[in-house]
């Protein structure tokens, strides 16, 4: 990239207007989007304008366009619904209104328009931009424009965002919202759990999803519940016989709940509507359980955005803006959003179109098509959730093979979750499963057990690790390993951890050379809070520690509020790794976030500084900064700390905090519940057909690189890695691999901090084109 092009970023808004609003439903996350968006644009040195009330406020004009300023977003990144208002307009759906709103945008000079809402809200954007040129040549003949008016608003640029809770929207992975109403359906979930545990009750709880079927979906997944209800695939027409049977089975296996979700618009085979009611009837009639119904409702679209949607809505913000000024006469009306952790345009119409397309399937009770336009993770949910739900245990007492399961390294929130799906897969396929506590040193001194179907009943909501976990590598004792191997029968080993499992793998292939028995397939499931195992984008319990560490920042946010001319450093976990502190910072509105990964020197915290006493003098008079605990052996918190204080004298105070364990601890995140639950899923698929592929002459003889892997998530697609090739690609001294995908969110961190710096836009999204997308998108 040239410096040119470099310097580009900063001057490609001048002269430029962009007016951003929300329409349709709020969503949590819309604030981040709409701080991002005006930050941005201001960044490029384009205006950019506040549209009160959504597409009523374009419509009526006047004060509900009001022009944003730097300051006039701060404090917002952490609200949920939509700061500017939301209100659905019959006026926009008719010419007049239309005719209305392109005179307010043209008075003003506005030619970029940003929406975040639903598919409604997207829509009515792209009829606004094909009607514009008719809409200006009506105005000018009314008198209403000049000639000069016209010409300089020749034309509209629309960029969409999607806001939308039910994530019902083709071609994006995740929308804005949907994780956040997961968090409130999971908390009152987890809330119910204990109340029907002490009253061996039967729960039927109904979420929102008219015609999508994702949230219900997702919630049934985390909280391993009984059967789900969804609009996409109707049960068969003998489900109530199936559904008793299967709520009688899970009783008679020990436990003391029942819990079935139902998406607000399921429906049987005939497009008949099946209610929480009629559920809740059929049960109490037939098994004479007690059961309540509980409608989550609104609550679903309140509280705080988790960490996800507002990074979420923060990159998409600087990703619309991006599009809206690189924006020309024939570029598509388009929308950004989320692939993988890429960044995508993709045309809004062919968004759309697919989208309407899902409900014509369902209306025309097409409902396998319905599914497949879906995408691929949703048809993966659905059957992972099919066989955890509906697949019956065999009875036969002869296993196929024998695998253990182990956690390695320091405790992470999803790590039981992992344990649970990858130990029922497991016995559904027929195997005996073993859980080994206390990781290696366990798995050494024969801390062995068998674990049936009901041993990891309720472990998808439980933090920490129930197994007992140790840092302890194999290496030194291989010998008592290796009896273990043969006095157990273990076959395969699914280690489910952090670092320490990736390299205690590499020990494993090492010691094949020595010993026979280490001879065996094993895969490892990344699973530590610092997200820094090679091989994989995510780990498991990386998502909880980072909500964990925005819901402290927040409240210390409010805190530094209330004093005035308050900086406070906070120390966050991580090791090396950078992860939790860069995503942190963009989450919860850091200053600076210090991380071992960009280095820096005392010109740079002199800068730092100089930046927040600068910020002391605007209406923003408060500071946080994240250093990552290794960042750098020197410049340790308590330094970085004395420099402020002293360096802030009569300008601002500084305060420290160090977060320590509390982020590796909590009930784990719905994104970890549900992320490890199809790991544990993909790993025991994987591993009964190595175990099948190494048998010779009767016993199992796995010698190769590939019956030893990394399961990691690579941008879309989840895949297995052999150990030994991920070895170039890591940084052994300081534990983490050497290319790490979220340093390029880092420019966008210091420009939403007001850094002058050059936004490197190599990292362009394309646009691309929906259909093509999906032949080839793999499953998470």
């Keep these: 990239m040239t410096h040119e092009e470099h310097h580009a970023a900063k001057t490609l808004g001048i002269g430029k207007a962009i007016a951003v609003l929300t329409s349709g439903g709020d969503a949590q996350g819309m604030n981040a989007a709409v701080r991002a968006v005006v ?70 000079g506005i030619t970029n328009l940003c929406v975040i809402g639903g598919d409604g809200s997207l829509t009515g954007a792209d009829t606004f931009r094909s009607e514009w040129s008719d809409l200006l040549s009506d105005l000018q003949k009314a008198g209403k424009i000049t000639a000069e008016e016209a010409t300089k608003s020749s034309y509209l640029n629309i960029v969409g965002l999607v806001g939308s809770i039910d994530n019902d929207f083709c071609g994006t992975d995740m929308t804005i919202g949907t994780d956040s109403a997961l968090h409130r359906i999971i908390e009152i979930v987890d809330a119910i759990t204990t109340t029907a545990q002490s009253h061996q009750r039967t729960f039927v709880l109904e979420v929102m999803g008219r015609h999508c079927g994702y949230l219900a979906l997702v919630t049934s997944l985390s909280c391993g519940a009984d059967w789900v209800f969804i609009p996409e695939c109707p049960p068969d027409d003998d489900w109530e016989e199936h559904l008793c049977r299967r709520l009688s089975e899970t009783r008679t296996r020990g436990s003391r709940l029942n819990i079935i979700i139902v998406a607000e618009g399921a429906i049987d085979k005939t497009g008949k509507p099946i209610t929480s009611e009629d559920i809740k009837n059929l049960v109490v009639k037939r098994l004479g359980y007690d059961t309540r119904v509980t409608v989550l409702g609104h609550v679903q679209r309140g509280g705080t955005p988790s960490a996800f949607d507002r990074i979420l809505g923060s990159r998409m913000g600087v990703e619309a803006v991006m599009a809206l000024l690189e924006g020309t006469p024939d570029t598509p009306a388009c929308v950004v959003s989320l692939s993988g952790n890429q960044a995508v345009r993709l045309p809004l119409m062919e968004c759309v179109q697919m989208t309407k397309d899902v409900t014509k399937a369902m209306n025309d009770r097409k409902f396998d098509e319905a599914m497949k336009l879906r995408g691929r993770s949703f048809m993966n949910n659905w059957e992972v959730y099919k066989l955890l739900a509906h697949v019956r245990p065999p009875v036969s007492k002869s296993s196929i093979h024998t695998v253990a399961v182990m956690n390695v390294g320091a405790p992470a929130a999803g790590m039981n979750a992992a344990v649970r799906s990858t130990v029922r897969i497991g016995l559904i396929q027929g195997n005996r499963v073993l859980v080994v506590h206390d990781g290696f040193e366990g798995l050494a001194k024969g801390q062995i057990e068998e674990a049936g179907w009901s041993y990891v009943g309720g472990w998808t909501g439980q933090g920490g690790s129930k197994l007992g976990t140790k840092r302890t590598l194999p290496k030194k004792s291989f010998e008592q390993i290796s009896a273990n191997i043969t006095k157990f029968n273990i076959q395969g080993l699914v280690i489910i951890g952090g670092f320490e499992a990736y390299t205690g793998g590499l020990e494993l292939m090492e010691g094949r050379k020595l010993f026979d028995e280490l001879c065996i397939p094993f895969v490892v499931i990344p699973a530590t809070v610092s997200n820094n195992v090679p091989g994989s984008d995510f780990s498991v319990g990386a998502d909880t520690a980072l909500n964990t560490i925005c819901t402290t920042c927040d409240r210390i946010k409010q805190s530094a509020a209330g004093t005035k001319r308050r900086v406070f450093i906070i120390e966050t976990m991580g090791g090396y790794c950078g992860y939790l502190a860069t995503m942190a910072g963009l989450a919860a509105g850091a200053d600076a976030a210090y991380i071992f990964e960009e280095p820096f020197t005392i010109r740079d915290l002199q800068a730092n500084v100089e930046h927040l006493v600068h910020k002391m003098k605007t209406t923003v008079k408060r500071g946080l900064v994240l250093r990552n605990e290794k960042c750098n052996e020197n410049y340790t918190t308590d330094f970085i700390f004395n420099l402020y204080s002293e360096e802030g004298k009569g300008i601002f105070d500084s305060r420290k905090n160090v977060l320590g364990h509390m982020q590796q601890g909590g009930s784990p995140t ?37 019956s030893g892997c990394v399961l990691g998530m690579r941008k879309r697609a989840l895949v ?30 210091k420009i939403l901090a007001k850094y002058e710096i050059d936004l490197d836009t190599s990292e362009h999204a394309h646009l691309e084109h929906i259909s093509r997308k999906r032949s080839g998108e793999a499953s998470i």
Excluded at 44 to 65: K, M, P, S
Excluded at 722 to 749: G, M, S, Y
Aim: proline share 4%; hydrophobic share 35%.
């Design 720 to 749: 297995f890695q052999p150990v030994t090739e991920l070895k170039e690609q890591t940084d052994f001294d300081h534990r983490i691999p050497k290319e790490q995908w979220w340093l390029k969110l880092r420019p966008i961190l």
């Design 39 to 108: 930050r941005v644009g201001i960044f490029t040195g384009a205006r950019v304008f506040f549209v009160h009330e959504g597409y009523q406020g374009l419509v009526d004009g006047g004060d509900n366009i009001r022009e944003a300023t730097w300051e006039s977003v701060s404090m917002m990144l952490q609200l949920g619904g939509t700061v500017i208002g939301s209100a659905r307009c019959k006026d926009f759906r008719e010419r007049e209104g239309r005719l209305r709103a392109a005179h307010n945008l043209v008075k003003r």
């Design 670 to 706: 719905p994104f970890d519940r549900n992320f490890a639950t199809k790991m544990g899923a993909k790993a025991m698929n994987w591993m009964s057909g190595k175990i099948k592929e190494s048998y010779r002459n009767g016993r199992i003889f796995a010698n190769t690189p590939d």
